[in-house]
């Protein structure tokens, strides 16, 4: 469930690359979180219609195999794996337009490898950042298996995700006269909910799956020094 939500942050990634992102970036943010939003729903209302709620875990990640399947015959089901996979080749192209954006800005931060700030000279595009993420994700698709896979990603997204908004706080207390080109709703009760619900699930991803949630915190841990040692050479 988190995964069908998890690129509701992506636009902040690329926000200096979009026009009049005092107005376009919040936009995006609103109507992209509520289309998922939609969409989940309307989704999940299917797989209720097709089949009881009593056999959801015996189907696992063929839930939405099997509802076609009920739903318009097995000719169709197969017409939807196809489709399943235009999606899934979507979602990932998005991946590639945000998460290099990550790393390049840290390298020109003077946090990362200088070279992950490096620009392609025609296409303008972190060229070397986005090589490196393709490799490491190769490197993980390769080793795991699925159910590993979105315990030890979806781990790292939740993580850094309460981080990232517990960091609006910090920002407030540290800088409150700096310039904020538009003002999140609910604040500050709806940024402590997000932090608190990130830490819950965090907790119960270490309580339930101690071996891959504790392999992704080491990984991230792993990372400590190098961000230290970096800030410090700056």
């Given at each position: 469930?988190?995964?069908?939500?998890?690129?509701?942050?992506?636009?902040?990634?690329?926000s200096e690359e979009i026009r009049d992102p005092e107005k376009n970036v919040p936009r995006?943010?609103?109507?992209?979180?509520?289309?998922?939003?939609v969409i989940y729903l309307a989704l999940n209302m299917v797989y209720i219609y097709a089949m009881p709620l009593a056999e959801f875990p015996n189907q696992a990640l063929r839930i939405g195999d099997v509802a076609v399947e009920r739903l318009f015959g097995p000719g169709v089901a197969g017409?939807?794996?196809?489709?399943?996979?235009?999606?899934i080749v979507a979602a990932i192209s998005a991946m590639v337009l945000a998460g290099p954006r990550i790393y390049y800005a840290m390298a020109r931060d003077g946090l990362f490898f200088a070279a992950a700030g490096r620009v392609h000279p025609r296409f303008r595009t972190p060229i070397v950042a986005i090589a490196a993420q393709a490799c490491w994700s190769s490197v993980l698709v390769l080793t795991g298996a699925f159910d590993q896979l979105v315990e030890y990603t979806g781990f790292g997204v939740v993580l850094f995700a309460g981080i990232a908004v517990?960091?609006?706080?910090?920002?407030?207390?540290?800088?409150?006269l700096e310039h904020?080109?538009?003002?999140?709703?609910?604040?500050p009760?709806?940024?402590?909910?997000?932090?608190?619900?990130?830490?819950?699930?965090?907790?119960?991803?270490?309580?339930?799956s101690p071996a891959t949630s504790g392999a992704g915190l080491l990984i991230i841990g792993l990372g400590a020094p190098f961000y230290f040692l970096w800030r410090w050479r700056n």
């Open positions: 469930m988190l995964f069908s939500y998890s690129g509701w942050n992506a636009a902040a990634y690329v995006a943010l609103l109507m992209g979180t509520g289309i998922v939003v017409a939807w794996a196809a489709a399943s996979i235009v999606m517990f960091a609006v706080f910090v920002l407030r207390r540290r800088r409150p904020r080109p538009f003002r999140a709703w609910g604040y009760l709806a940024p402590l909910f997000f932090v608190v619900a990130s830490l819950l699930i965090v907790v119960n991803a270490l309580r339930e």
